[in-house]
């Protein structure tokens, strides 16, 4: 008889998340690692993003056609299928600013065509996931704290989308940091949203873009804002491990935010 004791191999999962990112950004599948329990594992597939250069370099304004052409046929269709491909229990899309350009009109097109990709694995993308968290959190006043690599139109562009879907942006903007993914710390992202969301009173507060590192200053200013904070990552995190029917696993996550405290409306609509 064997006395073997296996050590941890990663092999016994309770969820297995896909994700698909620009090919240049780490932020996703970082941020979403950092969050995941011992037996929730994170899979990456990546699409080439126009606006981003090797070593994750970006202009300080991206241009608005990269962030189209991202979501346009066949390379994010391809990537999608190849992740389908693989045991996982859901797909979450790490990019915010396409569903931006597109409105929620052109996202459920989206959706529509990539779901004929997944071989039935349920999909998901972060502004999809943030209209969920605010539903689940009964959030109606929302601001948008947008990446500085976002322009003017583009910020706007987001809260129309948050406007057709029946809230009320208090606030929206390009925050005002340096326009590079590692030079955010999160002492200035806290900052910002001290000094320029708060006062507008939003019922929730949405820090846009996979790309900005954000996760780890949400418990802390959920505590001093009395607020909740949510995050591209975070929420697409939250949405994706309902999707996969982790509800438990969901719920028992601590450090990240009162969204893990609550359900998307229907379980994981």
């Not at 346009?72 to 797909?91: F, G, M, N, Q």
């Amino acid at each position: 008889m064997s006395t073997i004791r296996a050590q941890k191999d990663g092999w016994e999962a309770r969820a297995r998340v896909g994700v698909v990112v620009p090919h240049a950004d780490v932020g996703p599948e970082s941020e979403f690692q950092a969050m995941a329990p011992e037996d929730v594992f994170v899979h990456g597939s990546r699409v080439h993003f126009g606006a981003m250069r090797a070593g994750g370099e970006m202009d300080p304004k991206i241009p608005h056609d990269p962030v189209r052409a991202f979501v346009e046929p066949p390379h994010i269709d391809d990537a999608v299928e190849l992740l389908a491909a693989s045991p996982l229990d859901v797909i979450a899309l790490g990019f915010t600013s396409s569903a931006y350009v597109l409105k929620a009109s052109g996202e459920k097109e989206l959706f529509a065509r990539l779901e004929q990709r997944t071989r039935g694995l349920p999909l998901t993308g972060t502004t999809t996931a943030a209209v969920a968290g605010f539903t689940a959190l009964g959030a109606r006043r929302i601001a948008l704290v947008n990446p500085p690599w976002f322009d003017d139109r583009l910020s706007g562009l987001g809260a129309d989308y948050f406007t057709e879907q029946g809230f009320e942006v208090v606030h929206h903007g390009p925050c005002g940091l340096p326009s590079n993914q590692k030079l955010i710390t999160p002492e200035a992202l806290s900052e910002w949203i001290r000094s320029t969301v708060a006062r507008h009173r939003p019922d929730a507060v949405l820090v846009a873009g996979n790309g900005i590192r954000a996760v780890g200053v949400i418990d802390a200013l959920e505590r001093e804002l009395d607020f909740p904070v949510l995050t591209a990552n975070q929420v697409l995190f939250w949405h994706a491990l309902h999707l996969a029917g982790a509800h438990e696993t969901a719920e028992g996550m601590t450090g990240y935010g009162r969204l893990f405290g609550t359900r998307p409306a229907g379980g994981a609509a």
